[in-house]
C-alpha cells in the first residue's frame, strides 16, 4: 500500500524526470557544438521517458482497485497517457537520432531539413501532451480511494460484475 510519504518521493522523482526531459527539450540546440554532450541528454532523456512510464504502470499495479481486478477502471484513465508515451518516445528518438545524425562530423554547420523540422515540430507537440497527460495521470494516482476499500470502489465493483 502506497503511504504519503512514499507517494512524495515518488511524485518527486516522476517530476524531476519530467523536468529533465523539459529541460533538454528547450536547452539541447544550445550545445549542438558537443555532440557527444548532446548524445549523453538525449539518451538520459529517452531512459527517462521509459522510468516515467515504468513508475506509473507499477504505481497502478500498487492500487486497490488492481488487487481487486478493476483493471478496466483504470486502463480507462491511464490509456491516454500510455497512447501519448508510446508516440513520444519513438518521436523522440527518431529526432534524436536525426539530429545526431546531421551534426556529428559537422557540429558549426545548422542544418534543418524539411523533414528534420516537420519532426521536431510533431516530436514537441507530443512532448506537451505528454506533460499534460503525465501530470494529469500523477494527480489521479495520488486519490486515496484508489488505496483503500470504499463504497465508491464497491459500487464500480458491482457495476462490473453486471
Not at 491511464?78 to 546531421?102: D, F, K
Not at 531539413?113 to 516530436?123: K, N, P, R, S
Not at 486515496?144 to 464500480?156: C, G, H, I, M, T
Request: include cysteine; hydrophobic fraction near 55%; charged fraction near 10%.
Amino acid at each position: 500500500m502506497l503511504q504519503t510519504s512514499n507517494y512524495s518521493l515518488v511524485l518527486l522523482v516522476q517530476l524531476s524526470l519530467l523536468g529533465y526531459d523539459l529541460f533538454v527539450n528547450t536547452f539541447s540546440e544550445l550545445l549542438r557544438a558537443a555532440p557527444v554532450i548532446q548524445l549523453v541528454l538525449f539518451v538520459v532523456q529517452d531512459i527517462g521517458i521509459l522510468f516515467n512510464v515504468i513508475i506509473v504502470l507499477l504505481m497502478l499495479f500498487n492500487t486497490f482497485v488492481f488487487q481487486v481486478g478493476l483493471l478496466s477502471l483504470l486502463l480507462q484513465r491511464c490509456y491516454p497517457l500510455l497512447l501519448s508515451a508510446a508516440l513520444y518516445l519513438p518521436l523522440s528518438i527518431a529526432l534524436h537520432c536525426w539530429i545526431l545524425n546531421l551534426r556529428w562530423l559537422d557540429s558549426n554547420r545548422f542544418v534543418w531539413t524539411d523533414g528534420l523540422q516537420a519532426l521536431f515540430v510533431f516530436q514537441r507537440l507530443g512532448a506537451v501532451l505528454y506533460y499534460y497527460l503525465y501530470k494529469r495521470m500523477a494527480e489521479f494516482l495520488g486519490d486515496p480511494r484508489l488505496y483503500e476499500d470504499s463504497v465508491w470502489l464497491r459500487n464500480a465493483f458491482a457495476r462490473a460484475r453486471q
